[in-house]
Structures are given as structure tokens and as C-alpha cells.
């Protein structure tokens, strides 16, 4: 078997250049799991700087990378922020209903309880952008 080391591979044009790095962590253009409970932080990410705690359960995302605009795509899912089996949590990307906070710089998530919409602060949560 032979081994190919580069720097970095690059498209027939020239363009879309990724590096051995980037390759190997996948495609997204930032992911991470998150702490959102006691110490709010990063856990794992890539392409996310750090977690700017803004009040319960609403969180400020930061890029390591800006990005050159706000069309990128979100995902997300939260882990329960209580002991119920009820299955009810889920994540709101951009942070508010009327206002949602998507910037080149960072997103803002807020981890709510579905059946009542209040702010919840799981263990765990994760995002993923795409672009």
C-alpha cells in the first residue's frame, strides 16, 4: 500500500482547497458537543472557539473561523436537562422567536423544554453547521 502526503488538495480549477485536517474531521464546517449545565463549555468541536454563557440555557456559539456570510445551515439536539423520561427537550438555533442571532462570528442556541418552552441547561448538547 502506498502513502500520499500532501499539504493540501485542491479541485481541477484550482479552488475548494481542504487539508489533510480538515478531511479528517468531516466536511461540516463546524460541529460540537457542548456542556450546558454548572460550567458551560466546549467539549469537543471543531471550527467553534468557545460557549459565551448568556443567561439559562441560551448560548453564544463562537466561530475560530468567521464565516463570509449567515447562509449556513444548523442543526442541532439537546440532552434532557431534568430525570423524566418524557422525551420533550429540543434546541433552538438562532435564539429567539422574533430575532434569531446568526452571525459570521458566532450562532446563538437556546435548549428549551418542548411542552412548556422554557430554557433548559442539559448535560449535553450538540451543533453542526453546513455551508
Given at each position: ?61 463562537n466561530f ?23 422525551g420533550n ?12 442571532t446568526l ?29
Amino acid at each position: 500500500m502506498s502513502t500520499l502526503k500532501v499539504n493540501a488538495i485542491q479541485d481541477a480549477a484550482g479552488a475548494n482547497q481542504s487539508t489533510a485536517a480538515e478531511i479528517n474531521v468531516g466536511r461540516a464546517k463546524a460541529w460540537g458537543t457542548f456542556k450546558g449545565s454548572g460550567t458551560p463549555g466546549v467539549i469537543l468541536a471543531h471550527n467553534f472557539s468557545s460557549l459565551t454563557d448568556i443567561s439559562q440555557g441560551k448560548y453564544r456559539l463562537n466561530f475560530t473561523t468567521a464565516f463570509a456570510d449567515t447562509n449556513y445551515c444548523c442543526a442541532g439536539n439537546s440532552g434532557k436537562g431534568d430525570t423524566n423520561d418524557d422525551g420533550n427537550a429540543h434546541i433552538q438555533i438562532g435564539g429567539t422567536n422574533s430575532a434569531p442571532t446568526l452571525l459570521t462570528t458566532s450562532v446563538t442556541v437556546r435548549t428549551k423544554v418542548s411542552s412548556n418552552i422554557n430554557n433548559q441547561e442539559p448535560d449535553k448538547f450538540h451543533v453542526m453547521i453546513h455551508r
